[in-house]
């Protein structure tokens, strides 16, 4: 079975500084890559995704990921954060293929920005 | 979220007593699914559906049942509630692979 490891459970950063959090997953066949973003109270939204082609992908708020097969490590990254990114982010994987899309998610990362 | 509404948005009940959450999708996708949130475990599936009447299990499904009657609603049931089952339930819809999930809002079940 597919799992999901974020390796930091909390992340404090002060604002305008960069941040990565950290995403490994455990499959080593064709796989599709997501992270999704929750704040407070509310249910989790798409921050970006990764199907195949460019290795590196973007969010409309300036997030990028970057996916490493050989790693098996798809982590996320901001060069200059802001209050507003105040949240908890949830790396996701899935296989490949038709059907229905079982997602795997990791433990999620709380990302605290200090001013 | 703009199409998929969960109800109720919280709710107490009692050790023993049957519960069903509701999830309800107004934009006509094939599958759905029903996911359990707890601290340290991120989103663990519980349930899934492909189809009217068609539903599998996940991860996490000992306890719960689920039916999905209409396209637009897939409904969560525990039969039996324990404390163990305190959480916050989230329902998704996907229209393909390639979309990603669109999630509700959350329905905070507390078992006392």
């Known amino acids: 079975a597919q799992s999901v490891t974020q390796l930091d459970s909390q992340v404090p950063v002060f604002e305008e500084a960069p941040v990565e959090l950290r995403c490994n997953y455990s499959s080593s066949v064709s796989v599709y890559l997501f992270w999704y973003v929750q704040y407070p109270n509310q249910g989790l939204q798409l921050l970006l995704k990764?199907?195949?082609?460019?290795?590196l992908v973007e969010s409309i708020n300036g997030f990028e990921a970057e996916f490493n097969k050989s790693q098996t490590s798809f982590h996320l990254r901001k060069p200059s954060v802001h209050i507003s990114d105040t949240a908890e982010y949830f790396c996701?994987?899935?296989?490949?293929?038709?059907?229905?899309?079982?997602?795997?998610f990791g433990q999620g990362t709380r990302l605290t920005i200090n001013p | 979220d703009a199409g998929i509404t969960q109800s109720p948005r919280h709710k107490v009940t009692e050790t023993g007593t049957p519960v069903t959450l509701r999830c309800h999708q107004t934009?006509?996708?094939?599958?759905m699914y029903w996911y359990r949130q707890d601290p340290g475990h991120g989103l663990r599936l519980i349930h899934y559906s492909y189809g009217v009447k068609d539903t599998d299990k996940g991860e996490v499904s000992d306890g719960y049942s689920v039916s999905r009657s209409k396209t637009e609603d897939f409904l969560l049931t525990l039969e039996s509630a324990t404390s163990s089952q305190t959480s916050v339930y989230f329902c998704a819809i996907s229209e393909s692979t390639f979309y990603g999930y669109t999630f509700g809002s959350g329905t905070r079940l507390t078992v006392v």
């Open positions: 990764y199907l195949s082609g460019s290795t």
């Open positions: 996701a994987v899935s296989e490949g293929g038709q059907g229905a899309q079982k997602l795997v």
């Open positions: 934009e006509n996708h094939r599958y």
